[in-house]
């Protein structure tokens, strides 16, 4: 499947702007060929917007959400993007998963928020894997800081997602995510990871682009400099299974030698932990 990553800040509380950015960038990449459109975090309302993250959130089938189902439909690809999610009195950072023909396929929030910003605008997640079947691919759901957390990733190995979507918000001075992590858990894992930032400054944050499509060989199979820009590359299964078949840290694992990862330590006792 061939994925369009689109790394741009749009513009921040101007949600019809940015829908006109999202359906314009779906175009290009329909004609290049994608069959997915990825955004950053928080796309459609911008980031850091304070308070304005309440006033724009709206539910996972909200009009934005319908405006979104229209661009992929108009446009004949599947579209992952990033924004404020009302339910009640919460609201969630959220990825929602649309499917090339508008039908919603699947919704990811937040389960790892990062900083105070984060902490005082959105209430956590509590499912760590979504999943959704496209274009022949089990496609799996997560936002930014959640994937710098390797049990966040390796569950979704687990589970048997091929390619994770990032949508991310990654900021100045921790590129090394971008270039080095996002790579690491590409080939640890054995999936594709598509990570897609914001750019520039914003606010208090400066964005640092850097946007990746991770093969599960570890290498970048794209990757975007610092500006606004489009790229697309091919989440190849062929590639994966040979991938798969020749990297043995799967099968190698010895699950019953794990069980501190569950376990909280006595000097951090545990809140709200369900252990399944």
Same mark, same amino acid.
């Given at each position: 499947?061939?994925?369009?990553?689109?790394?741009? $800040?749009?513009?921040? /509380?101007?949600?019809?702007?940015?829908?006109?950015?999202?359906?314009?960038?779906?175009?290009?990449?329909?004609?290049? /060929?994608?069959?997915? =459109?990825?955004?950053?975090?928080? *796309?459609?309302?911008?980031?850091?917007?304070?308070?304005?993250?309440?006033?724009?959130?709206?539910?996972?089938?909200? #009009?934005?959400?319908?405006?979104?189902?229209?661009?992929?439909?108009?446009?004949?690809? @599947?579209?992952?993007?990033?924004? %404020? &999610?009302?339910?009640?009195?919460? !609201?969630?950072?959220?990825?929602?998963?649309?499917?090339?023909?508008?039908? +919603?396929?699947?919704?990811? +929030?937040?389960?790892?928020?990062?900083?105070?910003? &984060?902490?005082?605008? *959105?209430? %956590? /997640?509590?499912?760590?894997?979504?999943?959704?079947?496209?274009?022949?691919?089990?496609?799996?759901?997560?936002?930014?800081?959640?994937?710098?957390?390797?049990?966040?990733?390796?569950?979704?190995?687990?589970?048997?997602? #091929?390619?994770? =979507?990032?949508?991310?918000?990654?900021?100045?001075?921790?590129?090394?995510? @971008? &270039?080095?992590?996002? %790579?690491?858990?590409?080939?640890?894992?054995?999936?594709?990871?598509?990570?897609? #930032?914001?750019?520039?400054?914003?606010?208090?944050?400066?964005?640092?682009?850097? $946007?990746? =499509?991770?093969? %599960? #060989?570890?290498?970048?199979?794209?990757?975007?400099?610092?500006?606004?820009?489009?790229?697309?590359?091919?989440?190849?299964?062929?590639?994966?299974?040979?991938?798969?078949?020749?990297?043995?840290?799967?099968?190698?694992?010895?699950?019953?030698?794990?069980?501190?990862?569950?376990?909280?330590?006595?000097?951090?006792?545990?809140?709200?932990?369900? !252990?399944?």
């Amino acid at each position: 499947m061939r994925v369009a990553l689109l790394q741009s $800040s749009g513009r921040p /509380g101007d949600v019809a702007g940015n829908l006109r950015e999202l359906d314009e960038a779906a175009g290009r990449a329909a004609a290049m /060929g994608a069959g997915l =459109l990825v955004t950053p975090e928080m *796309f459609l309302t911008g980031y850091a917007i304070g308070d304005d993250v309440a006033r724009l959130a709206e539910p996972a089938d909200g #009009d934005a959400a319908q405006a979104v189902a229209g661009t992929a439909a108009r446009h004949g690809l @599947a579209v992952a993007y990033g924004c %404020p &999610e009302r339910d009640g009195t919460r !609201v969630h950072n959220s990825v929602q998963l649309i499917a090339a023909d508008g039908a +919603r396929l699947a919704g990811y +929030r937040k389960t790892h928020l990062y900083g105070a910003y &984060e902490q005082h605008h *959105f209430a %956590p /997640g509590d499912r760590t894997v979504v999943q959704a079947r496209l274009g022949g691919l089990t496609v799996g759901l997560m936002i930014c800081y959640d994937v710098e957390f390797p049990e966040n990733v390796r569950a979704h190995a687990l589970a048997g997602t #091929d390619l994770l =979507l990032v949508p991310t918000a990654q900021m100045h001075p921790y590129q090394f995510v @971008a &270039e080095s992590v996002v %790579p690491v858990r590409a080939f640890e894992n054995q999936l594709y990871v598509a990570y897609v #930032d914001r750019v520039g400054r914003e606010g208090a944050f400066e964005f640092v682009g850097l $946007s990746v =499509l991770a093969g %599960p #060989d570890g290498t970048a199979r794209a990757r975007a400099g610092r500006g606004t820009e489009l790229l697309v590359a091919d989440a190849d299964p062929a590639l994966l299974a040979a991938s798969r078949a020749a990297n043995p840290y799967l099968a190698d694992r010895r699950p019953g030698l794990y069980g501190s990862l569950v376990r909280t330590p006595a000097s951090q006792p545990a809140q709200g932990v369900r !252990v399944r």
